[in-house]
């Protein structure tokens, strides 16, 4: 039986990787989405009747309430909502302006937020389904300049890891993807920068620039990064991992950052516990 899948942003980067990878599985019904449908055109050679395009900005609820309405009426049902659609702003912490990095938050955090509850209610009477989420190394450890990206995905990662204690045991699964450098658009026109005019954080500009240099020269591969989820949530549904790292630098620096955490939190045990009134205070 086919499978229904549902992609935020699929006009550039993983998302158009992941649609076109999708556009070529036999049992797969493509829903693809973008804030501007012109840049879905690459689907139009594989469009067999099983692929949707639709028009979709994740800040809108009214178009992700009519997304997936469509959904359900051409396809019967949504298997796998992919929230992929996302953007950076890179800034120092001090100088970041609210605006900007609220909007971040309302894409990155919210839009995600709001697109899982609406395809909730159809995952919930399916009794399955899958929630895939762009999460990023970026939530897994902090780094300068990205302060506030990276609290979108941390965002992203606690949300994400209490549904999934409250979706235990109903059919319905959540992965968060963690990609390291990708090559799509993230570094270059969809990242806002702001240069540190401070002359005190020479680490946020020394971030910033090696971030633009990068961009399009990142070791991820996006179109690899699509089959891998794919491939996850098709074969490995039973035993799908809420963290999927991808990329090397991804998985190494994850690997040396919980190891570090777990030796500084063994050193504040004796620390820790005598908090609790049972226990001596220590200096
Ligand atoms: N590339 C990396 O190295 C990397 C690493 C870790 C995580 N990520 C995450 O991967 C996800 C995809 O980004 P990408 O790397 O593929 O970059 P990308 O090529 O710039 O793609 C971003 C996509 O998000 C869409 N988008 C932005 N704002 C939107 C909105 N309000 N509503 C709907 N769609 C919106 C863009 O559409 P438009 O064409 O309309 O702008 C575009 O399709 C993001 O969540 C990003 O944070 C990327």
Redesign the pocket.
């Known amino acids: 039986m086919s499978k229904t899948w549902l992609v935020?942003?699929?006009?550039?980067?993983?998302?158009?990787?992941l649609a076109r990878f999708l556009a070529n599985q036999k049992n797969v019904n493509l829903v693809a989405?973008?804030?501007?449908t012109d840049?879905l055109s690459y689907l139009d050679q594989y469009d067999h009747g099983q692929i949707l395009k639709a028009k979709?900005?994740?800040?809108?609820k009214d178009e992700i309430k009519q997304v997936v309405k469509a959904a359900v009426d051409k396809f019967g049902g949504i298997d796998v909502l992919d929230?992929?659609?996302?953007?950076?702003y890179i800034s120092s912490f001090e100088e970041a302006d609210d605006k900007d990095a609220k909007y971040m938050f309302?894409?990155?955090v919210w839009?995600l937020v709001h697109m899982t509850q609406a395809v909730l209610p159809v995952m919930r009477k399916q009794h399955s389904g899958t929630v895939v989420n762009?999460?990023?190394?970026?939530g897994i450890h902090g780094a300068p300049a990205l302060s506030f990206?990276n609290a979108?995905?941390y965002a992203v990662e606690g949300l994400m890891d209490s549904f999934n204690k409250e979706v235990q045991g109903t059919g319905i699964k959540v992965m968060l993807?963690?990609?390291?450098?990708?090559?799509?658009?993230?570094?270059?026109?969809?990242?806002k920068k702001k240069p540190s005019k401070v002359n005190f954080y020479s680490n946020v500009n020394e971030n910033m620039r090696g971030i633009e240099q990068t961009a399009g020269h990142?070791a991820?591969n996006?179109d690899t990064a699509a089959q891998i989820v794919y491939n996850q949530v098709t074969y490995h549904f039973a035993d799908l991992p809420l963290h999927l790292p991808i990329?090397k630098s991804c998985v190494e620096n994850a690997i040396k950052h919980y190891s570090d955490l777990a030796d500084h939190y063994k050193k504040m045990t004796y620390l820790a516990i005598s908090a609790d009134n049972q226990a001596p205070l220590k200096k």
């Open positions: 935020t942003g699929t006009s550039t980067g993983f998302g158009r990787s989405t973008a804030r501007n840049k979709l900005d994740v800040t809108n929230n992929n659609a996302g953007l950076g309302d894409v990155n839009g762009m999460s990023s190394l970026a990206y979108t995905k993807v963690e990609p390291s450098g990708f090559r799509t658009d993230w570094g270059g026109r969809s990242s990142e991820g996006p990329g």
